[in-house]
Each structure stands twice: as structure tokens, then as C-alpha cells.
């Protein structure tokens, strides 16, 4: 008989730690890793010649908005990219636990529709996933927005009493289910006007459960450096830890302001446990709101129902076509999505070259015209940022990518090339990986990707996805 089931041989091995890489094989059985280095002496049942080309743990995609996208498709926007496990929930929006009496408000239904929110405990959802089975893994946050949804009439109030003892109920729920934390997305309507007292509430109970908080902060602009206090102050008071999503300083009035904020970072994260993920481009994406309109520089319509055709345009040439100002073209357009170009480049470096910086695309599925970045993040970490420009090492980069989401969120057995760890694997070529996907043409695979096991099995290989769905959803573990 076979030692194991394959074996991966002549490859550069990058465990995910952040050390030099190492030339050897790895052996795979039953969808772990059995063996690395030198395995002349083991045989099995089918073997891939890597070519000297470089062999990593899965890539982590902390940041996604991907909740309906697993049940629904292929995830060849992720396994295109090396992903093999996404972060779900985020920004304070996620598909459970809600039935939906209404149309999802923005930003909800980024990623549904009414129809779409028909889980009435985050069990379900869960349990949905695994039933149906999902291309990637997913491990799964529960959002405030959504826990407002199901609790409150309006959103323009905090949460009274009952409301918060609702919500805290829902929560309680989702924890004991497998959810892996609370996000929230207080520049987000839904939940813009919640007071940190009404986080608070919910995220105290967090700790006992060995669960995590993750935020779209109240700001990301002018008043970022509250914000950052804010969200400080809840991980803090709850005794939790705190991922700030997304870290930026958006429009042009506030360039150049990491050079304070990340160091304001670092200073809070020797005092208590945070972490913070990131994007690499400098332009965001999420509803069109006329709110967020006058921070850009240029915005790109990716989505609207009132006029689909316009999906791609940029809202400038929009509102000339209309002989209307750009406001009054958003409102027209509305419910809508936009790209928003309103980072300064250098900045998104210096947040990228911050050693605790974690990588999330924060791309959105169900976009007409997506950002790019749904499609080219990883790729444009590895191909631009590390190897072209050189902002850091490979074994850097996958390790922003790997072994410090793994453990930042808890992902046992996850993010390393070590025996005994889950045979979730990306195959690539150093040399040629690089992000093709781009603001005209954002729907593009990466070049360079070979090949994306989930769980030892490919899920993508020669360009495309397999139909492979060894995925499931990732219950948390104790820390």
C-alpha cells in the first residue's frame, strides 16, 4: 500500500512563519499534512512535480463579504487568488441570524436580498453550509447590523433595554454555535447611531466564549483617531480582543496620516490584544452614498438597481449624461454600490509594510462591475508589493497571509506547513504571480496561481475551479 495519498515534490516550501523557504516535498493523507522535507522514501498514490515552484499554507482571506457567495458558486474569485479559507461576517453584516419582514437596508444588501436573510439562528447557517457544501472554508462572524435588523423597528436610536437583551440572546445563540465573533460597521446607517455602550453590552460576551471583535470603525477620515479610541476602549472594557477592519485614512484632506495612526497602533497593541487587516489599493468599495461622495477623488458605479446599465461608469460622466451634479446622480442611481478613490498610495504602503498587518480583499460578490480587489488582492501582495516593489519578503507576505490570520482568529491546525495540519495548500510560481484583475476589467483570475487544495483535494487546477466542494464551515475552537 501507499504511504499516503500524494505527495508534493521538488517544491519551495514557505511554511507560513515568516522563515526562508526551504527546497523539499510534502505528504499528504486523509487531508492532513503527514510529512515534509526530503521523502525519497515514500511512495503514493499520486504525485505532483512542483518545479521548483513555491508550495504555502492556504491563504486566510480575513476580510469578505463572501456569506452568500459559498452557498451560491464555485469561489473562483477566492481559490483563483490561493484562498482557501475566508472570514465571513464582516462590517457588521452577516446572512444569520434574521428572517427578514423588509428589504435589507445598505449595507445590508450588499449581500442579499430580502429572500436571502431566511436563517432564523446562526446554527442553521452553519448547518446550511456544511449540508450543501461550500468550494472553501469559511469561518463565520455574526453583525451587529444584522442583530439590530432583527431586533429594532429603526436604526436612527440606540437600542433600548429589550432590544439589547434581544440581540444578546441572538448572540448567545450564534456563539454557542460555532460563531467565531461580533463585527460591527458604525459607519454604516443601521448602526451609526449605537452608542459604544450598546457595543459594549454585546461584547462582553465575547471573552468567556473565546470569541473575537472585529469593527468597521465609526471613522476612518477626520475623526479617525477617535475611533480608534472607541474601538480600543471596547476591546478593553470587554477584556476581548479587537481585528480594525480595513485600516485606512481616506480622503485627500488627510493624507499622510499613518504616519500618527499607526503608530497610536502599535502603542495600544502593546497594552492590549488587537490586530488589523488591509486592503492593497487605494480605493474602497461599498454603497453609494451621497454621505461618502465629497472624501473621493473619483467614484465608480459597480451596482445599481434603478439603472443597471450604468454599472462601471464613473459617477462623474453619469452626471454629465444626466446634466445633473454628481449628489443628484447618486440619489437617482440609488440603492447603488461605488468604488471610491480616496486613499493616498503611499499610506496604504506604510499600512502594508506594518508588521501585524493582515491581508483582506473586502471584496464584494454580488457587484455588477466589482473592485478589482474581489479577484487580485493576494496575487497583487505577492506579484507588486513584495516581489516587484519590494516592500518585504515572500515569506513575509504569506505569512501576513497565512500563519498570523491563523492565528489571530483561532484557526487550529491552519495557516502552517507542519505535520498534522489541515492539507489546505496553494501551488504558485513566485516569479510569475501577479494580480491581472483591474478597475476595467475586474472579473480576471491571477497568473501564476497552479493549483489550490482545500482539505487535500484541488479546488482549482489549469486555470479553472475543479467543482470540488471540500469546504465547511469552521466552528470555533477554544483558544
Known amino acids: 500500500m501507499a504511504d499516503c495519498d500524494l505527495i508534493v515534490r521538488n517544491a519551495l516550501l514557505f511554511d507560513g512563519s ?14 492532513r499534512i503527514v510529512a515534509l522535507g526530503a521523502l525519497d522514501r515514500m511512495d503514493a498514490d499520486d504525485e505532483i512535480d512542483a518545479a521548483g515552484h513555491a508550495l504555502a499554507p492556504g491563504f486566510i482571506d480575513v476580510h469578505t463579504h463572501d456569506d452568500r457567495a459559498l452557498m451560491i458558486g464555485d469561489m473562483a474569485m477566492k481559490a483563483s487568488q490561493g484562498i482557501t479559507t ?65 431586533a429594532m423597528d429603526r436604526y436612527d436610536r440606540a437600542a433600548d433595554s429589550g432590544e439589547i437583551a434581544s440581540m444578546r440572546g441572538r448572540l448567545r445563540e450564534a456563539l454557542d454555535a460555532g460563531a467565531i465573533g461580533l463585527s460591527t460597521g458604525l459607519a454604516y446607517r443601521p448602526a451609526i447611531s449605537a452608542p459604544t455602550s450598546e457595543i459594549s453590552a454585546l461584547a462582553e460576551l465575547l471573552a468567556p466564549a473565546g470569541a473575537i471583535h472585529t469593527t468597521h470603525m465609526r471613522n476612518e477620515s477626520a475623526e479617525v483617531d477617535a475611533a480608534m479610541d472607541e474601538a480600543f476602549a471596547i476591546g478593553r472594557a470587554a477584556n476581548v480582543p479587537v481585528v480594525i477592519s480595513h485600516f485606512k485614512v481616506a480622503g485627500a484632506a488627510h493624507f499622510g496620516r499613518t504616519k500618527e495612526t499607526l503608530p497610536k497602533l502599535a502603542a495600544a497593541m502593546a497594552r492590549q490584544n488587537l490586530g488589523v487587516d488591509v486592503y492593497p489599493y487605494a480605493a474602497s468599495s461599498t454603497v453609494l452614498d451621497p454621505d461618502f461622495i465629497e472624501g473621493a477623488d473619483r467614484i465608480l458605479v459597480t451596482w445599481s ?39 493616498d498610495e503611499d499610506d496604504v504602503r506604510r499600512i502594508l509594510s506594518f508588521r501585524e498587518a493582515m491581508i483582506g480583499s473586502d471584496g464584494l460578490p454580488h457587484d455588477a462591475h466589482p473592485h478589482p480587489r474581489l479577484w487580485g488582492s493576494f496575487p497583487r501582495v505577492l506579484g507588486h508589493y513584495a516581489r516587484d516593489v519590494g516592500l518585504f519578503t515572500m515569506q513575509e507576505a504569506i505569512r501576513r497571509m497565512t500563519g498570523l490570520p491563523a492565528e489571530r482568529f483561532g484557526l487550529k491546525g491552519r495557516g502552517r506547513l507542519l505535520p498534522g495540519a489541515h492539507a489546505d495548500l496553494v501551488l504558485f510560481d513566485p516569479e510569475t504571480v501577479l494580480d491581472r484583475a483591474t478597475f476595467e476589467q475586474p472579473a480576471q483570475p491571477a497568473a501564476g496561481i497552479e493549483t489550490v487544495f482545500v482539505a487535500g483535494e484541488p479546488v482549482w487546477q489549469h486555470g479553472k475551479s475543479t467543482g470540488a466542494k471540500p469546504g465547511r464551515a469552521l466552528r470555533r475552537q477554544a483558544r
Open 86 to 150: 475566508v472570514v465571513v461576517g464582516n462590517c457588521g453584516v452577516s446572512l444569520a441570524p434574521w428572517i427578514a419582514d423588509r428589504a435589507p437596508p445598505p449595507p445590508l444588501d450588499l449581500i442579499g436580498a430580502q429572500a436571502d436573510y431566511r436563517f432564523a439562528t446562526f446554527g442553521e447557517y452553519l448547518d446550511t453550509l456544511d449540508r450543501d457544501g461550500i468550494a472553501l472554508n469559511a469561518a463565520c462572524l455574526v453583525g451587529h447590523s444584522t442583530l439590530r435588523a432583527g
Open 305 to 343: 438597481k434603478a439603472e443597471p446599465t450604468q454599472a462601471g461608469r464613473y459617477l462623474n460622466d453619469i452626471a454629465r449624461d444626466w446634466n445633473m451634479d454628481r449628489h443628484e446622480a447618486a440619489q437617482r442611481l440609488q440603492p447603488a454600490g461605488a468604488v471610491y478613490f480616496s486613499m
Open 18 to 31: 515568516g522563515a526562508a523557504p526551504m527546497r523539499g516535498d510534502l505528504a499528504i493523507a486523509d487531508a
